[in-house]
């Protein structure tokens, strides 16, 4: 016998209720869809309000601020530059410019150098950054001056790494370019056979290629006297040099003098060239060993130097009247450092983002300012360069040097 279930009249009819609930959803659903995407799309279609731009706030007072080694063992470098630029602000003042320039010690710890200058260069008044630290720091100064729009001079920065750099400003020619015209100027003075000793630093072998590079040009004979980083300076790893009748050391000034010393006693009766980081400190101990015989490359618009006509002249009868003494060319080049930006300082409405370009653009349209540093020449790029020239040290005095331009020959002025 079969039997057959049949449907439950009850459960149909929950059936069908629950299918009307979900048609019901579905109808109210689909309203709403359509009503929210029509409201959307008359959204899109709307012309958006254009924004107001607030114009860029100008400063009133523009600020500068300067990190200098005011204490250590450059502190001589440090409070050379701050004289001149000092000399620089005060003339500025006197034209009728309102702004400030804060000094700052560059010669602490690097963090505690990096705080400071952080906080420099959030004030909303700063408009420029002056530094003379090593070439380290600067690598962590440019980000942090890009980050707030702030223009940066490295004013004697002769770093590769500075002189190859869009975001920094240097007045001076780099290591590189400074060696190779060494190499030129042994070629000018009339040497044949020149011999350069360097260290196995990153300093000393870019002074080696530069100045190889220069002597080459010229048709020099170049001797390489390498000091590997194992070897010590002594009579058998520089027994190769001390016949020469020239001698470039290529490496950093302590170095140096420990080399001049070891040839000096060796009999080295040539002559001995050092590069322009060599201060006045490091001359007197070498000119012991090289009296008369020692030659220093300088920037200097005219080989007279401070006796020549024009900016110099006139800079250095300023210095002599507020300091007593005649300045250095450190002294001379932070003087100049405000010079060369004074046009972009007197703009009645000063903005920070429009000062750093405009005082790029100029520093790259190919000019060539004349100061009391001497002449700088601005490459496309933002790099200097600069005339050196051959000056002979004796009696703590920087003697120019004839060359074989000049009616003098080189080797007779040269002479004690």
């Not at 006139?314 to 300045?327: D, G, N, T, Y």
Request: hydrophobic residues 40%; proline residues 6%; contains cysteine.
């Amino acid at each position: 016998m079969n039997r057959y279930r049949r449907p439950d009249s009850s459960s149909k009819s929950k059936k069908r209720g629950l299918v009307l609930t979900f048609m019901i959803f579905g109808v109210v659903t689909a309203s709403v869809l359509y009503f929210w995407g029509s409201w959307r799309g008359t959204e899109v279609e709307e012309v958006p309000a254009t924004p107001s731009i607030a114009p860029k706030p100008t400063i009133d007072r523009p600020r500068i601020v300067v990190f200098l080694p005011l204490s250590g063992p450059f502190q001589e470098e440090g409070h050379s530059l701050r004289e001149g630029l000092e000399l620089g602000w005060e003339e500025l003042k006197g034209e009728g410019f309102h702004g400030e320039m804060v000094l700052e010690d560059a010669a602490g710890e690097d963090f505690q150098v990096l705080r400071a200058a952080g906080t420099a260069v959030a004030h909303p008044g700063n408009v420029l950054l002056i530094a003379h630290t090593p070439s380290h720091m600067f690598e962590k100064l440019i980000p942090l001056c890009e980050k707030h729009g702030v223009a940066l001079i490295a004013p004697a920065g002769t770093h590769e790494y500075l002189a190859n750099s869009d975001r920094v400003i240097t007045l001076v020619s780099s290591d590189g370019a400074e060696a190779f015209q060494a190499g030129q100027m042994a070629g000018r003075l009339g040497f044949s056979e020149v011999t350069a000793v360097h260290d196995s630093s990153p300093y000393g072998e870019l002074l080696w290629k530069g100045f190889s590079q220069g002597a080459l040009e010229r048709g020099l004979e170049v001797q390489e006297v390498a000091i590997p980083k194992n070897m010590t300076l002594n009579s058998t790893s520089l027994m190769e040099a001390s016949g020469s009748d020239l001698v470039f050391l290529a490496g950093p000034p302590l170095w140096g003098v420990e080399a001049a010393e070891i040839l000096s006693q060796m009999g080295h009766e040539g002559k001995l060239m050092v590069p322009q980081v060599y201060d006045r400190y490091i001359l007197d101990d070498l000119s012991g060993h090289y009296e008369g015989r020692l030659l220093v490359m300088r920037a200097a618009g005219e080989k007279t130097g401070w006796e020549g006509e024009g900016p110099q002249k006139q800079f250095m009868h300023k210095f002599v009247a507020e300091h007593l003494r005649e300045p250095d060319w450190l002294a001379a080049l932070g003087y100049d450092t405000l010079q060369w930006i004074r046009p972009d300082l007197q703009q009645e409405s000063l903005e920070r983002e429009t000062f750093r370009r405009d005082l790029w653009q100029r520093f790259t349209a190919g000019q060539t300012f004349r100061g009391a540093s001497g002449e700088v020449f601005f490459g496309p790029h933002g790099e200097a360069n600069r005339e050196l020239h051959a000056f002979i040290y004796r009696e703590g005095q920087l003697l120019p040097v004839m060359d074989s331009t000049s009616s003098t020959s080189a080797a007779e002025s040269a002479e004690p």
